[in-house]
């Protein structure tokens, strides 16, 4: 379900962001660059990023302590690893207004839905909990991107808990960057990201892992192309933030692990026997499916570089 409707009168007076990495800053750039906030106070571990958030004019002030960081803040972006969000949470809990919309940006939702109820309590209905699906292989303020969720799609799952008043806001907050807002539950989100983002990175790390722990692994890096560098780019993630988010996803996760690594065992076998009929059925299809997908996404494009305010071009055959 889409969450399109922008209020064009949308302005927030102060934005609070806890953790200054890629996601959170390239958030708060847009809505700056976009005139939809008065002001924006920071907070992150690391000093440095601090200053240099300050220094790149993506905030206004920081404090060495979260408290007075989110204090008076209209809305609070939580863009922090998913281990760390309850940690967040428990500090802020006491200072933030009886106004303060929360959201975050983590690829995982459940773990923080119950993070909310432990520590906010069952009836909060201010935490909008938010995935944007969109990222770079930067990271840090430095790598601060306004464009970077344009045409993107920000998954929002709302619980029965959650206003329409935050509901509302955090839509238009992502809105107003270009991008695409979809609703989804909390668990489907979950069951999908494991399938289609998470397993993958898993896949990429361990692969590579074992490759690198290869006595052979000068010549296996040596002589690699093309797939395998498209295979394992995503090997180069940040460890920190995956390792939370498979403990994060850690149910989800196990039942896609299980499903692939029963498909693989079959395959093993499919090669051992030297069946080419298995072989070029799995293959075929698989074929099928990725070229299926790659339409999808040629369509999109096309589709967002044709539309204007009022009419929607969309290509189909025949003219």
């Given amino acids: 379900m889409s969450r399109t409707h922008l209020d064009q ?3 927030i007076p102060k934005v609070a962001i806890i953790g ?3 996601i959170g800053c390239s958030w708060v750039k847009a809505l700056k660059l976009a005139g939809a906030v008065n002001s924006i106070s920071g907070y992150d571990r690391n000093l440095d990023s601090m200053q240099q958030a300050l220094q790149a004019g993506l905030i206004e002030d920081y404090s060495l302590e979260i408290t007075d960081v989110v204090k008076d803040a209209d809305l609070v972006i939580i863009s922090v690893p998913i281990l760390a969000v309850a940690s967040v949470l428990e500090q802020i809990k006491s200072a ?3 106004k303060a919309i929360l959201t975050d940006v983590g690829s995982v939702k ?3 839905a119950q993070n909310i ?6 009836d909060f209905e201010r935490f909008v909990l938010g995935h944007p699906i969109a990222g770079s292989e930067r990271s840090g303020v430095s790598a601060a991107d306004e464009n970077l969720f344009k045409h993107h799609k920000i998954i929002l799952t709302p619980e029965r808990r959650t206003s329409e008043r935050a509901l ?3 839509a238009d907050a992502w809105n107003i960057t270009g991008a695409v807002v979809e609703l989804m539950s909390v668990q489907h989100h979950d069951e999908v990201l494991a399938a289609t983002s998470h397993l993958p990175h898993l896949l990429a790390y361990s692969l590579v892992d074992t490759l690198a722990n290869s006595h052979e692994n000068k010549d296996i890096f040596n002589y690699a192309a093309g797939g395998f560098r498209d295979f394992t780019r995503i090997a180069s993630s940040s460890p920190i ?4 988010i498979f403990v994060g996803n850690k149910e989800e996760v196990l039942k896609a692990l299980d499903l692939f690594t029963a498909d693989l065992q079959q395959l093993r076998e499919v090669v051992a026997s030297e069946d080419k009929t298995q072989m070029m059925g799995t293959f075929t299809r698989a074929k099928a499916a ?3 997908f790659t339409k999808i996404l040629a369509r999109r494009a096309y589709v967002e570089s044709m539309t204007s305010q009022t009419v929607n071009y969309v290509a189909k055959p025949g003219g």
């Fill in 241 to 244: 933030m995956w390792r939370d």
């Fill in 20 to 22: 200054l990495g890629l």
């Fill in 290 to 292: 990725r070229d299926h």
């Fill in 110 to 112: 459940g773990c923080v």
């Fill in 168 to 170: 509302d806001l955090v």
């Fill in 96 to 98: 933030i207004s009886d």
């Fill in 117 to 122: 109820t432990e520590i906010l309590g069952a």
């Fill in 9 to 11: 009168r949308f302005y």
